[in-house]
T-cell receptor
């Protein structure tokens, strides 16, 4: 099993550009979630999904959209990138809410 | 959401026991505590989780006092490969997601 795969590993955007961060898992996990990690801060929850077709907002959802059309994939969309969205983004999955999170290796995003 | 506080950094030597404490004064009744380890350019990796008292697995122990306002991750006999950042997570396990990661403790293990 590959676990949780995130692409791309690095991305540079100009302010106002849009892009999609990809996340895929092959563990048949129902729960998937996106976090951002900024220097000196812990990970903060952006959006999460408890199954295909179901998404909800986390702590810092503004500026990000998500959808969950399949169990395997949970893309994160930035519609109009801003410098404040410069961060490292992590995707995670888990079998259910009682189990630990499995994280991908992150996407480092820079918005200039 | 529970607010969590961890030391920014700690230093140790190989073979020593390391204890990292996370404060979570306003933890809720249904919140669980989990610790993760993170190496550079990687995602966090699960170490241990618990609700109260003591939990032990093959790599660490987790001590949670009766009032649950703090938790201590104990790493026995650390090695150079334990150099990493350690995060505590306080998480509501039922209903709508609510969680707080600590800001992380950077552990440096020296020979």
């Amino acid at each position: 099993n590959a676990g949780v795969t995130q692409t791309p590993k690095f991305q540079v955007l100009k302010t106002g550009q849009s892009m999609t961060l990809q996340c895929a898992q092959d563990m048949n996990h129902e729960y998937m979630s996106w976090y951002r990690q900024d220097p000196g801060m812990g990970l903060r929850l952006i959006h999460y999904s408890v199954g295909a077709g179901i998404t909800d907002q986390g702590e810092v959802p503004n500026g990000y959209n998500v959808s969950r059309s399949t169990t395997e994939d949970f893309p994160l969309r930035l519609l109009s990138a801003a410098p404040s969205q410069t961060s490292v983004y992590f995707c995670a999955s888990r079998r259910d809410q009682q189990m630990p999170l499995h994280f991908g290796n992150g996407t480092r995003l820079t918005v200039t | 959401l529970a607010k969590t506080t961890q030391p920014i950094s700690m230093d140790s030597y190989e073979g020593q026991e390391v204890n990292i404490t996370c404060s979570h004064n306003n933890i809720a009744t249904n919140d669980y505590i989990t610790w993760y380890q993170q190496f550079p350019s990687q995602g966090p990796r699960f170490i241990i989780q618990g609700y109260k008292t003591k939990v032990t697995n093959e790599v660490a122990s987790l001590f949670i006092p009766a009032d649950r306002k703090s938790s201590t991750l104990s790493l026995p006999r650390v090695s150079l490969s334990d150099t990493a950042v350690y995060y505590c997570l306080v998480e509501k396990r039922t209903g709508r997601r609510a969680l707080t990661f600590g800001s992380g403790t950077r552990l440096q293990v020296q020979p």
